[in-house]
């Protein structure tokens, strides 16, 4: 069954450290993939997005997530993070063929340290 | 557009009560999930519709939930009976196809007591 897996649940920084948080999905085939943001008391909205062409794709609030097909992982990453960064970041991927299924990992809860 | 629209926000009821959540989808988009967010277990996927039609309800819990989608700009999910671990963050989103980004609404948070 298709499936996304994030590694890190609770991940904690300070302030313009780098972060880099995993995503791998079970899919062999071709596949849409998502990061989300949640911040605290509030709905997902959507950082990023891979559809098809560079791998590497950029996002809001220089985020940015590498799709690596070999490795069935979608990385996000961001050079250096704020305090405003605190939140859940949840992967997600779109079923292919077209069913439209749209399934999310566990999330992972990010705290960043003034 | 308002985006999604969900009612009520939050919902307090009692054990064995009927519970009814609303979702309004953004105008124009085929698809419709209702998620149910937890600690525990995550953001899980219940049941999607595509043109208001259920496509797959695998992640529905039990009998107690059930999902609707009269028409193109409304849904609902009821729980009958509710219990205690029924108490979540019930999330609706949209898409407007198969493979677009979905459009979250601001979630009911349900306790049962």
């Known amino acids: 069954a298709q499936s996304v897996s994030q590694h890190n649940h609770h991940v904690i920084l300070s302030e313009a450290a780098s972060l880099e948080l995993g995503c791998n999905y079970s899919y062999g085939g071709t596949v849409n993939l998502f990061w989300y943001v949640q911040y605290p008391g509030q709905h997902l909205q959507l950082l990023l997005k891979y559809f098809s062409g560079d791998p590497l794709v950029k996002g809001i609030k220089g985020f940015e997530a590498e799709f690596i097909k070999s490795k069935f992982s979608f990385n996000l990453r961001k050079p250096s993070v704020q305090w405003s960064d605190t939140a859940e970041y949840f992967c997600a991927v779109n079923a292919p063929g077209n069913t439209g299924k749209l399934i999310f990992g566990q999330g992972t809860t990010l705290q960043v340290k003034p | 557009d308002a985006g999604v629209i969900q009612s009520p926000r939050h919902e307090v009821t009692e054990m064995g009560q009927e519970v009814t959540l609303r979702c309004k989808p953004i105008?124009?988009?085929?698809?419709l999930f209702w998620y149910r967010q937890t600690m525990m277990r995550g953001l899980e996927l219940l049941i999607y519709f595509n043109n208001n039609v259920p496509i797959d309800d695998s992640g529905m819990p039990e009998d107690r939930f059930s999902a609707k989608m009269p028409n193109a700009s409304f849904s609902t999910l009821k729980i009958q009976p509710s219990e205690p671990r029924d108490s979540a963050v019930y999330f609706c989103a949209s898409t407007r196809t198969a493979n677009t980004e979905a459009f979250f609404g601001q979630g009911t948070r349900l306790t049962v007591v």
């Open positions: 105008s124009g988009h085929d698809y």
